[in-house]
Protein backbone atom coordinates (compact mmCIF):
# COMPACT_ATOMS: atom_id res chain seq x y z
CA UNK A 1 0.00 0.00 0.00
CA UNK A 2 1.28 3.85 -0.73
CA UNK A 3 0.04 4.92 2.80
CA UNK A 4 -0.02 8.61 1.50
CA UNK A 5 -2.85 7.90 -1.15
CA UNK A 6 -4.41 4.49 -0.07
CA UNK A 7 -3.21 2.81 -3.76
CA UNK A 8 -2.85 -0.85 -3.51
CA UNK A 9 0.46 -1.63 -5.32
CA UNK A 10 0.76 -5.52 -5.12
CA UNK A 11 -1.70 -7.66 -3.63
CA UNK A 12 -0.65 -11.30 -3.97
CA UNK A 13 -1.99 -14.31 -2.78
CA UNK A 14 -1.30 -18.23 -3.11
CA UNK A 15 -2.17 -20.85 -4.17
CA UNK A 16 -1.46 -19.13 -7.96
CA UNK A 17 -1.63 -20.48 -11.72
CA UNK A 18 0.80 -19.73 -14.15
CA UNK A 19 -1.93 -18.83 -16.49
CA UNK A 20 -5.31 -18.43 -16.75
CA UNK A 21 -5.35 -20.98 -19.35
CA UNK A 22 -4.33 -23.91 -16.52
CA UNK A 23 -7.21 -26.09 -14.73
CA UNK A 24 -7.97 -24.45 -11.68
CA UNK A 25 -7.21 -27.28 -8.49
CA UNK A 26 -9.22 -25.68 -6.36
CA UNK A 27 -11.64 -22.60 -6.41
CA UNK A 28 -9.79 -20.96 -3.93
CA UNK A 29 -6.91 -20.03 -6.84
CA UNK A 30 -9.51 -17.15 -7.99
CA UNK A 31 -9.59 -15.44 -4.51
CA UNK A 32 -7.42 -12.69 -3.78
CA UNK A 33 -7.50 -13.50 -0.27
CA UNK A 34 -5.92 -10.46 0.65
CA UNK A 35 -9.43 -8.94 0.21
CA UNK A 36 -11.58 -12.16 0.90
CA UNK A 37 -10.24 -13.52 3.90
CA UNK A 38 -9.99 -12.96 7.72
CA UNK A 39 -8.04 -13.83 10.52
CA UNK A 40 -6.96 -13.09 14.52
CA UNK A 41 -4.12 -10.39 14.06
CA UNK A 42 -2.57 -10.91 17.00
CA UNK A 43 0.03 -8.89 18.16
CA UNK A 44 0.50 -6.20 15.57
CA UNK A 45 -2.96 -4.91 17.05
CA UNK A 46 -0.47 -3.88 19.51
CA UNK A 47 0.02 -0.45 16.95
CA UNK A 48 -3.98 0.27 17.72
CA UNK A 49 -3.73 -0.37 21.02
CA UNK A 50 -0.55 1.96 21.42
CA UNK A 51 -2.21 4.84 19.64
CA UNK A 52 -5.32 4.46 21.74
CA UNK A 53 -3.66 4.68 25.33
CA UNK A 54 -1.59 7.36 23.82
CA UNK A 55 -4.19 9.61 22.17
CA UNK A 56 -6.41 8.77 25.71
CA UNK A 57 -3.81 10.18 27.69
CA UNK A 58 -3.76 6.55 29.59
CA UNK A 59 -0.37 5.71 29.26
CA UNK A 60 2.97 8.28 28.36
CA UNK A 61 6.15 6.59 26.27
CA UNK A 62 7.18 6.87 30.02
CA UNK A 63 4.71 4.89 31.66
CA UNK A 64 6.40 1.55 33.56
CA UNK A 65 3.95 -1.42 34.52
CA UNK A 66 4.72 -4.48 36.36
CA UNK A 67 4.73 -7.69 33.78
CA UNK A 68 5.79 -9.85 35.96
CA UNK A 69 2.61 -11.58 36.57
CA UNK A 70 -0.25 -11.67 33.81
CA UNK A 71 -2.61 -13.17 36.49
CA UNK A 72 -5.73 -10.24 35.69
CA UNK A 73 -7.76 -11.16 38.53
CA UNK A 74 -9.93 -14.31 37.17
CA UNK A 75 -8.05 -14.85 34.05
CA UNK A 76 -4.25 -15.00 32.95
CA UNK A 77 -2.83 -12.93 29.94
CA UNK A 78 0.40 -15.25 28.76
CA UNK A 79 3.57 -13.96 27.23
CA UNK A 80 4.68 -15.48 23.82
CA UNK A 81 7.04 -18.54 24.80
CA UNK A 82 10.34 -17.22 25.73
CA UNK A 83 9.25 -13.48 26.48
CA UNK A 84 9.67 -12.79 29.84
CA UNK A 85 9.43 -9.25 31.22
CA UNK A 86 9.33 -7.53 34.93
CA UNK A 87 9.23 -3.89 35.39
CA UNK A 88 8.52 -2.10 31.75
CA UNK A 89 8.41 0.90 30.04
CA UNK A 90 5.58 1.63 27.27
CA UNK A 91 8.53 1.62 24.86
CA UNK A 92 10.40 -1.55 25.82
CA UNK A 93 6.61 -3.41 26.08
CA UNK A 94 5.87 -2.07 22.37
CA UNK A 95 9.60 -3.41 21.34
CA UNK A 96 9.42 -6.31 23.06
CA UNK A 97 5.75 -7.12 22.21
CA UNK A 98 5.03 -7.48 25.71
CA UNK A 99 0.93 -9.45 25.82
CA UNK A 100 0.71 -8.44 29.81
CA UNK A 101 2.10 -4.43 29.60
CA UNK A 102 -0.77 -3.97 27.23
CA UNK A 103 -3.28 -6.15 28.85
CA UNK A 104 -2.95 -4.68 32.05
CA UNK A 105 -2.51 -0.78 30.12
CA UNK A 106 -5.78 -1.65 28.25
CA UNK A 107 -7.55 -1.63 31.69
CA UNK A 108 -6.58 2.35 32.00
CA UNK A 109 -9.08 2.98 29.23
CA UNK A 110 -12.84 2.59 28.65
CA UNK A 111 -14.33 0.12 26.96
CA UNK A 112 -15.83 2.32 24.66
CA UNK A 113 -12.79 4.94 23.78
CA UNK A 114 -11.27 1.46 22.82
CA UNK A 115 -13.60 0.21 20.51
CA UNK A 116 -14.45 3.83 18.78
CA UNK A 117 -10.79 3.73 17.56
CA UNK A 118 -11.16 0.42 16.13
CA UNK A 119 -14.06 1.57 14.21
CA UNK A 120 -12.71 4.74 13.28
CA UNK A 121 -9.81 2.56 12.24
CA UNK A 122 -11.80 0.55 9.32
CA UNK A 123 -12.38 -2.71 11.65
CA UNK A 124 -15.47 -4.35 12.05
CA UNK A 125 -16.69 -2.85 8.20
CA UNK A 126 -15.65 -3.68 5.03
CA UNK A 127 -13.89 -1.45 2.59
CA UNK A 128 -14.76 0.62 -0.44
CA UNK A 129 -12.59 -2.17 -2.50
CA UNK A 130 -14.86 -3.27 -5.44
CA UNK A 131 -14.85 -7.56 -3.56
CA UNK A 132 -18.15 -8.21 -3.32
CA UNK A 133 -17.21 -11.34 -1.67
CA UNK A 134 -14.86 -9.22 1.41
CA UNK A 135 -15.75 -9.82 4.79
CA UNK A 136 -16.36 -6.98 7.31
CA UNK A 137 -14.06 -8.85 9.72
CA UNK A 138 -15.17 -9.55 13.46
CA UNK A 139 -15.37 -6.58 16.10
CA UNK A 140 -18.01 -7.06 18.79
CA UNK A 141 -19.39 -4.05 20.79
CA UNK A 142 -18.54 -3.54 24.31
CA UNK A 143 -21.94 -4.49 25.13
CA UNK A 144 -21.17 -7.87 24.12
CA UNK A 145 -17.39 -8.45 25.40
CA UNK A 146 -16.58 -10.64 28.65
CA UNK A 147 -14.73 -9.79 31.66
CA UNK A 148 -11.63 -10.53 29.45
CA UNK A 149 -12.48 -9.31 25.92
CA UNK A 150 -10.96 -5.65 26.84
CA UNK A 151 -7.35 -7.49 27.26
CA UNK A 152 -7.54 -9.70 24.54
CA UNK A 153 -8.61 -7.65 22.14
CA UNK A 154 -5.21 -5.54 23.33
CA UNK A 155 -2.73 -8.01 22.07
CA UNK A 156 -4.92 -8.93 19.02
CA UNK A 157 -7.43 -11.76 19.91
CA UNK A 158 -11.01 -12.24 19.75
CA UNK A 159 -10.82 -9.95 16.68
CA UNK A 160 -10.65 -10.68 12.96
CA UNK A 161 -9.47 -8.97 10.02
CA UNK A 162 -8.62 -8.68 6.42
CA UNK A 163 -5.54 -8.23 5.24
CA UNK A 164 -6.77 -4.79 3.45
CA UNK A 165 -8.39 -3.80 6.48
CA UNK A 166 -5.37 -4.23 8.58
CA UNK A 167 -2.98 -2.75 5.79
CA UNK A 168 -5.40 0.41 5.93
CA UNK A 169 -5.23 0.88 9.32
CA UNK A 170 -1.11 0.83 9.32
CA UNK A 171 -1.35 3.35 6.87
CA UNK A 172 -3.13 5.63 8.91
CA UNK A 173 -0.51 5.95 11.56
CA UNK A 174 2.13 6.17 8.87
CA UNK A 175 0.64 8.71 6.74
CA UNK A 176 0.14 11.02 10.37
CA UNK A 177 -3.54 10.07 11.04
CA UNK A 178 -5.22 9.69 8.12
CA UNK A 179 -7.72 6.48 6.91
CA UNK A 180 -7.84 6.19 3.56
CA UNK A 181 -10.20 4.59 1.13
CA UNK A 182 -8.14 1.81 -0.89
CA UNK A 183 -7.57 2.99 -4.66
CA UNK A 184 -7.14 0.14 -7.06
CA UNK A 185 -6.96 2.64 -10.13
CA UNK A 186 -5.45 5.84 -10.40
CA UNK A 187 -6.28 7.00 -14.00
CA UNK A 188 -7.81 5.74 -17.53
CA UNK A 189 -6.69 6.65 -20.68
CA UNK A 190 -7.73 5.36 -23.92
CA UNK A 191 -5.67 3.79 -26.73
CA UNK A 192 -4.04 6.44 -27.85
CA UNK A 193 -3.30 7.57 -24.16
CA UNK A 194 -5.53 10.54 -23.70
CA UNK A 195 -6.61 10.70 -20.18
CA UNK A 196 -10.17 9.50 -19.79
CA UNK A 197 -11.17 9.80 -15.73
CA UNK A 198 -8.73 10.05 -12.48
CA UNK A 199 -9.25 9.23 -9.60
CA UNK A 200 -8.26 11.35 -6.36
CA UNK A 201 -7.15 9.39 -3.42
CA UNK A 202 -10.20 9.56 -0.89
CA UNK A 203 -9.53 10.89 2.90
CA UNK A 204 -12.16 8.69 4.76
CA UNK A 205 -11.18 10.45 8.08
CA UNK A 206 -8.85 11.56 10.46
CA UNK A 207 -8.37 9.32 13.48
CA UNK A 208 -5.38 10.45 15.23
CA UNK A 209 -3.32 13.08 15.77
CA UNK A 210 0.36 13.54 14.09
CA UNK A 211 2.00 13.90 17.27
CA UNK A 212 0.42 10.44 17.96
CA UNK A 213 1.73 8.53 15.12
Known sequence: LDPHAGDVLAAASAPALASR???????????????????????????????????????????????SSGDLGGFTIHEAE??????????????????????????????????????????G????????????????????????????????????VTPLQLGLAVAAVANGGTLLAPRLVREIRDQDGHLVERRPPVALRRVLPAATT
Open 21 to 67: EEAAPEAAVWNNRNFTFQFEPGSVFKIFTAAALLRSGAVDTSTVIDC
Open 82 to 123: GHEFGRTSFLDGFAGSSNVYFARAAANLGPQEQYRLLLDLGF
Open 125 to 160: QRTSAPYPAQPAGLLHPPSRWSRRSQATIAIGQEVA
